[in-house]
């Protein structure tokens, strides 16, 4: 175990609450397992540690009405949430950086407020939830992390490895921590030191106030368990490098160096003289001072809170994890922004909005609503045994008796956007007039996409690769742009287009979007898949690449794009599975009307 992740753990043990928690971003591997089970170890017995799975409804995780117990009381019930349930404990939030805004949210409310706050169905009440959180981020690439709002409120950030074998860490004790927890109270901490890391954290470019309270904490819970009831220059060194360095975002300005040179010739001349008399009048004039002075302002050391400034700031500056900074000068750590969603693509189950597609058996939880209608006709036919089984309050019995079985819950259908993908041959003497068309198609669909808040999107192959010119948008200056730019000639390759468009619906695929492929070619390949040329052998990988676009399934146009049409284009429309359209017969208008027909929208 390295040493700085021992220390993290004995830290945070101590100080779960006051701390935040850790964003340990590793992957799933053996150091991680035994960091976990090293703070399992070290906090109190008594510590709840829970897991929180990723997707975990606003019901389990905040509480709710339990409407069950709630229907058999005949008075709200709530339900307690796992917030509350790990009071005084720490949780672990397993895959943070998948995480949504909105959770974060909550879990950056509960750990900035230690209460959770409960105001829906009819209940409005709090809880106490005071808890410390690890979050485990699994991201393989830099945008891929948990929300900065949520790791701003971890005062730690730990990065590991599955091959990280660093030097050993100290070993601690769940005791030495039970010992430091009961003297962290006690534990003071003067005013240099504060202002120390405070300046540190300002000389590193770190703009949130928390990294300089949480540095504070952590040197407090470094001397609680270093046994000490003061915080010292080594304490405050800990706290720099676990605390600030992680945060940093520029580099600590040089110092000025001094300059020497003479202002003018006659300082110059008077130098030497200077020299030999001001050490002797300096020297008296000190001496008479001196015992006119009080013994304390001798003793006093007006460098010293520079100079223990300057140590944190080092001590800081040397944690600094390499490539930090780089990468923050070039944007990899900047988040993409989350698109927006249309309406036109395939329908998709969804449990709280769309149209109405019947009703299961479920609870109401997580703003799902209940279905009154199926809840009274699966409980109907048991009325009569339930009256007898409950006995009358007040003389009398209740109407209905409605039990947790017979919850039915409403199924709702929305559809999700759609985004069609053009791929374009961009190669021969005809490049032009195929672009043409094309363009006239996109221009027609963006029009729609106005209304339906659709996206468009082109790849273009020509040479040896196909290239994405432009991204999925509903931008219809861009898609002009875009098209106008595009070069002609060269070689087909023909199933590297097709793979490309694949690897692009099938992107869109995984984010909730209906793709569309419109390939707009004479069907006539002469670049095979590893970049030879040859038609017999470009012919064959084309066929082989559609026949698996056709068992993924993707809705699919292939435009023929030759003066007549050709037996090639319809063979590799037949295995593609897609609608043919010849192209010398059909118009920009035809084309936006067939897509709209592979749509399903006609």
Known sequence: MQGDAATIAALFAVDPVGLGGVAVRAPACDNRDQWLALLKNLLP???????????????????????????????????????????????????????????????????????????????????????????????????????????????????????????????????????????????????????????????LGIDSLRASVFAVRVARAAAALAGSDTVEEEHTGVAARLVLAPR??????????????????????????????????????????????????????????ENLADLVLEAAQAAIPAGLLASLKIGKLQRAKTPTSGSAGALQKNALRGRPVGARKGEPRAGQRINVLETLRAAAPWQRLRQRQIAPTDGQKPRIVVRKEDFHVTRFRQSGQTTTVFVVDASGSSALNRLAEAKGAVELLLADCYVRRDSVAVLAFRGQTAELILPPTRSLARAKKSLAGLPGGGGTPLAHAIDASMLLADQLRKKGETPIVVLLTDGKGNIARDGRPGRAQAATDALAAATEMRLRGFSTLLVDTSPQAQDAAKHLANAMGAHYLALPYAGANALNQAVREVAGRS
């Open 45 to 203: 017995a008594q510590t709840p540690l829970r897991r929180v799975p990723l997707n975990i409804n606003d019901t389990a995780l905040l509480g709710g009405l339990d409407l069950g117990a709630t229907l058999q009381a005949g008075k709200p019930i709530a339900l307690q949430g796992l917030l509350s349930q790990a009071d005084g404990g720490v949780l672990v939030l397993a895959m943070a950086e998948r995480m949504s805004l909105s959770s974060a949210a909550r879990f950056g409310h509960v750990l900035d407020t230690g209460v959770v706050a409960l105001q829906r169905d009819g209940l409005d009440t709090s809880a106490k939830a005071k808890l410390g959180l690890v979050a485990l981020d699994e991201g393989a690439s830099d945008d891929e992390q948990m929300p900065a709002g949520l790791a701003d409120r971890l005062a730690f950030r730990l990065l590991m490895g599955a091959q990280d074998a660093g030097e050993e860490g100290p070993e601690w004790t769940a005791q030495e921590v039970l010992s430091a927890r009961q003297r962290l109270p006690r534990v003071t901490m003067d005013d240099e030191a504060v202002q120390a890391l405070c300046a540190a954290a300002l000389a």
């Open 248 to 305: 940093a975002s520029r580099l600590p300005p040089a110092p000025e160096p001094e300059n020497e040179t003479p202002d003018s010739p006659e300082d110059t001349e008077q130098q030497p003289e200077q020299s030999t008399s001001e050490p002797q009048e300096a020297q008296q004039q000190n001496d008479s001072n001196a015992d006119d002075e009080p013994s304390d302002t001798k003793d006093e050391a007006p460098s010293l809170p």
